[in-house]
Every structure is written in structure tokens, then in C-alpha cells.
């Protein structure tokens, strides 16, 4: 990201290493969510705040998630006055850096979305902390907006824990959400207006291409943007 907070060159040839190691544990197919809600009775749209890391390779993702219709990154888990990048990557807000995506559930469930975030998206082994970036901002989180997300959340971590799917536990936070604002104008759409920014070249670009191979049919190759989905 820019600004004096991240050492680029650093970060880089940092994950570098640690996408070669990624590699060989993660970006594969994972079981299905046992319990979900059904797509038959669905309504037209739902919004999950998820938090895995960076949220530029986040937005990034699920922008290309058939049944996606926007996603916003921003900041979710602390106060609206301290909702300010600045101010969340001092560690102290209580802040995650989110995305706020919004999918229409009669195309993908919100456990197919949990399937994707799981797998593809972020480690949810890492805490406090993705690739090289670290701090409880780029902690793995689940913030639910529904008694039935929450449902969902619970049993699908317990559900992949008991079939030891990752070699380590499991890390992710669910709690309910309780506020998310987005981020500064020149964070959203940051990795299709930089797609060769060392950052996202080396991070964020793999996990595109891992969704792609893993979940071909929940892929679409143009992405929805933000700037094509109205006001946020």
C-alpha cells in the first residue's frame, strides 16, 4: 500500500518466500459448507464483511466470484471517527482492514462465499497477520450480519477443523458486525488499476489466478468493479 507505513521493496522479495510456501498448503479445493442456506428461498442480495489480510487483493477476488454484484474495502471492528487508513495502521483502532461484499445468494450462498474465502482468499491459519503484512488489522475475520451468517460461520470453522482440512488451526474471528465504512477513494479497484504494482504482482495476482483454477465455476474472467456498481 502506499504511504510510509510499508517498505515495499521489502515486502516483495518477502512474499516471494511465502507464496512459494503458500503454495503447497493452500489454493485448493476445500469441502463445501454442510450447513447453508437454501438458494431456492434466497432473497435478491446480501452483503458478508469479511476481513483476510490486505484488502486490496480481497476486493480483488471476489470481484471476479460469479453472483458477486460490488465489493467495497474498508474498515470494519472499530469506531466510525477511527475508520481513517492512517489511523488503522497504527494497530490501535481496533480496526480490520474488510471488504463489504454484496452477492446476490439465489447465484452463491454465503457458504460457497466462506468456501472461496477459505481456500483462496486468505490463510486463515495466519494470525494477525497475511503474507507480509502484519498487525491485528490484517487479522482473519467474520464479521456476521445475520443470526444465520453466524449459523453458517460457526459450523463451517468446526466443520473444517474436524476434517483437519489445514495443517494448523484455524484462526478466524466471528463476531458480529457492527459497523463498516469504506476506505479512502484511492484504495478501491487498487489492484485492477495496478495490476503491476510489485504488492500486487506478488501477492494478490496468485490468489486471482488460484480462484480460477480451483473454482472454475464460480470464476468470471471481468470483473465487477467498483466504479461500475454505483454508489457505495
Known sequence: MPGTIR????AA??????AAARADALDKPIPAAVIDAPKATAPASETAVLAGGCFWGMQGVFEHVKGVTKVVAGYSGGSKATAVYEMVGTELTGHAESVQVTFDPRVISFGEILRIYFSVAHDPTELNRQGPDSGSSYRSEIFFAS???QKIAGAYV?????AHVFAAPIV?????????????????D???KN???PYIV????????????????????KPVLLANAGPY
Open 147 to 149: 443470526p444465520m451468517q
Open 190 to 192: 487498487f489492484l485492477n
Open 172 to 188: 478466524t474471528k466471528i463476531e458480529k458486525l457492527n459497523g463498516f465504512y469504506a476506505a479512502e477513494g484511492y484504495h478501491q
Open 7 to 10: 517498505n515495499l521493496a521489502l
Open 13 to 18: 522479495m518477502a512474499a516471494l518466500s511465502i
Open 195 to 197: 495490476s503491476d504494482y
Open 202 to 221: 506478488y501477492n494478490d495476482l496468485p490468489k486471482i489466478a488460484a480462484l480460477k483454477r480451483v473454482w472454475p465455476a464460480l470464476y468470471r474472467d
Open 158 to 162: 468446526a466443520q473444517l477443523t474436524a
